[in-house]
């Protein structure tokens, strides 16, 4: 072969073995998790997402293991995927049932239900969940229960115990919102029976007030005077200055000036 060939040759073998991508050693554990732990502090969640992923999928049973999926359940809450940070920390309670770190889990299972329930507009300005689905809100009052009845010393158990106040008004604001609704089309004994409702299981709420006022001008539109009369002195006897009494009388400004009757409420209204 020709001398003027060989450093050709050569030339194209370096070129070839420098083209040739170099393989990066594999993460250890130790690496991974800090690559994970570093996203989260950066507030990259997603990125945090996936080197948790890819943690657990190479180590699940390792050192880490645990703390990863309690990141997990914080990084998915923090990127607003709560129905993942839900089904996260369901996991880790069935894994983990005496974990130290179970009663996070529980507030973190709470809060992630709690939040699951808000629309788009709920994140830019408060508005009404009353006439809401509030199934989402249930899970999370049960999970709110269940952490201050297992850990009532937890650092989670204060906040827990409030947000439990605030479903549980959500709840008699429900049952008020289907009071009017049945008040408004002329079926006055569905709306007390709603009313009572709130009364006997909502005590302590803001809605009593209003349900005792429902209550008092439907026993008026079905004939019981003396029913109405009981629901009346309830409300001034407890709330002497409510804004549903004027001059010893029971007022409700949306209250219907005539009975609409049952065909109303068979037709929404349309009729």
């Known amino acids: 072969m020709p001398r003027l060939f060989w450093p050709l040759i050569i030339a194209v073998m370096v070129s070839a073995c420098s ?3 170099v393989e990066s050693p594999e993460r250890t554990e130790v690496e991974q998790y800090k690559q994970a732990r570093e996203s989260l502090e950066a507030k990259n969640y997603l990125t945090a997402i996936d080197s948790l992923k890819e943690l657990e999928a190479r180590f699940p049973y390792g050192t880490y293991a645990e703390q990863a ?8 809450f923090m990127s607003q995927d709560y129905p993942a940070a839900v089904v996260a920390a369901q996991r880790f309670i069935r894994s983990y049932p005496a974990h130290p770190s179970l009663d996070y889990a529980l507030y973190m299972h709470g809060l992630s239900n709690y939040y699951l329930e808000r629309g788009l507009f709920d994140n830019i300005m408060s508005t009404d969940k009353s006439s809401r ?7 999370a009052f049960e999970d709110f229960e269940r952490l201050v009845h297992r850990f009532p010393d937890s ?12 479903i549980r008004n959500q709840f008699a604001a429900q049952e008020l919102h ?9 079926a006055y004994i569905a709306a007390i029976n709603r009313a009572q409702y709130v009364v ?3 005590q302590g709420t803001p809605s009593v007030p209003e349900a ?17 009369d009981k629901s009346r002195r309830v409300l001034t006897q407890n709330w002497p200055d409510s804004d549903y009494m004027n001059d010893d009388r029971v007022t409700l400004s949306w209250w219907p000036d005539k009975d609409n009757g049952i065909l109303s409420l068979l037709t929404f209204d349309l009729l």
């Open 155 to 166: 650092d989670y158990a204060p906040d827990a115990r409030s947000r439990m106040v605030f």
């Open 19 to 21: 083209s040739k991508p």
């Open 133 to 139: 689905d509030l199934s989402a809100a249930r899970n």
């Open 69 to 76: 999926q309690l990141d997990l359940i914080y990084a998915q």
């Open 212 to 228: 005792l006022a429902i209550m008092a001008k439907g026993y008026e539109r079905i004939n019981q005077p003396e029913l109405a």
């Open 178 to 186: 289907a009071a009017r609704y049945y008040a408004r089309r002329g």
């Open 200 to 202: 006997r299981h909502y």
